[in-house]
């Protein structure tokens, strides 16, 4: 069985979302079939369809979210000596060499992914090319603009 990577936070954030579904969602959707059934005919029952489709999805979610906790290989980086190198869960700063910008990323689940808050999948471009490398390493990634040459100026294990 695949084991997927996911930080003690991404798997915080599941159970969370879990805990949320059984307990408050699941309850709602078995009140709203409830009382769409004693409404009668059933074949055109909008609401009871509409909360039926609502069942499926939510027990779905479960599943999913389940099979994901019982599949997750959970890393602690926060717990790892920082040795400069950069593994899943690392905050690394890189430094684009034509451009001088600077860019904070942290590695990540494919579940916590979120480009917005600079939290990058393992198994992006950027994640795989900084993945093995240390501090002061230049890495050279390909992106959709083209080939892009980076410096790790920081590696942190927070």
Do not use: W
């Amino acid at each position: 069985m695949n084991q997927f990577p996911m930080t003690a936070k991404g798997a915080e954030m599941l159970r969370v979302e879990l805990n949320e579904l059984k307990s408050v969602k699941r309850p709602q959707i078995i009140q709203s079939i409830a009382e769409a059934r004693e409404h009668g005919d059933l074949k055109e029952n909008a609401e009871y369809h509409a909360a039926r489709e609502q069942q499926s999805f939510c027990e779905g979610r479960i599943q999913d979210i389940e099979g994901k906790l019982s599949n997750a290989q959970i890393i602690d980086v926060t717990k790892i000596t920082n040795n400069g190198k950069v593994i899943f869960g690392a905050t690394v700063t890189i430094i684009n060499l034509d451009s001088d910008e600077e860019t904070t990323y942290k590695i990540v689940g494919d579940d916590e992914s979120d480009i917005k808050n600079n939290l990058i999948s393992v198994n992006s471009p950027i994640a795989r090319g900084l993945i093995g490398k240390e501090e002061d390493d230049i890495v050279t990634i390909q992106t959709p603009a083209g080939t892009v040459e980076y410096e790790i100026s920081q590696v942190e294990y927070i």
